[in-house]
């Protein structure tokens, strides 16, 4: 039907649908056998965050969603971090709370599979990205791209986003 990639991983997937870790360890299997590039989200949550795991979180996350996976299937994986609490809250991270955690995934894939690969794995940051946060995310060194969710459903907004 003409897609070429898909997210696995959402929040609302792993809340609404109770998708565990493993479960998207196998989607991610699944999509790249059948062609497909992925967006991977993880993000904790705000108790998670003021408890001081996100970090953990985040890298439980990623080890069970990459594991057994090569250095060339990550030419078809993209993270994407968004923090749940700012999913279509209006909430989002401060730019420099994205970096860090886009700086701290960064050094998990690099871990994982090497400085070059770390390097050329598109970061993306999502959760309330709107066009008047959008200059301050992109213009962090670990922040690839964006993963807009509600400002996308504002044609206006939307259209403001690309102008960036």
Request: hydrophobic share 40%; with cysteine; charged share 25%.
């Amino acid at each position: 039907i003409g897609v070429g990639i898909t997210l696995v991983g959402h929040s609302e997937r792993r809340s609404y649908y109770n998708e565990t870790d493993q479960i998207v360890a196998q989607k991610v299997i699944k999509a790249l056998e059948h062609g497909l590039e992925v967006i991977l989200c993880v993000g904790e949550q705000l108790q998670q965050r003021e408890a001081g795991k996100a970090q953990e979180v985040v890298k439980e996350q990623i080890l069970a969603a990459l594991k057994g996976l090569t250095r060339e299937n990550m030419e078809d994986i993209h993270i994407a971090y968004e923090p749940v609490w700012a999913i279509g809250t209006g909430k989002t991270a401060s730019s420099e709370d994205a970096q860090e955690m886009n700086q701290y995934i960064r050094r998990q894939i690099e871990e994982l599979f090497g400085f070059e690969v770390a390097q050329q794995t598109s970061i993306l940051y999502g959760g309330s990205v709107n066009p008047k946060n959008i200059k301050q995310l992109m213009a962090m060194e670990d922040i690839d791209g964006a993963l807009v969710g509600g400002a996308s459903l504002n044609p206006l907004s939307f259209a403001e986003l690309l102008e960036y």
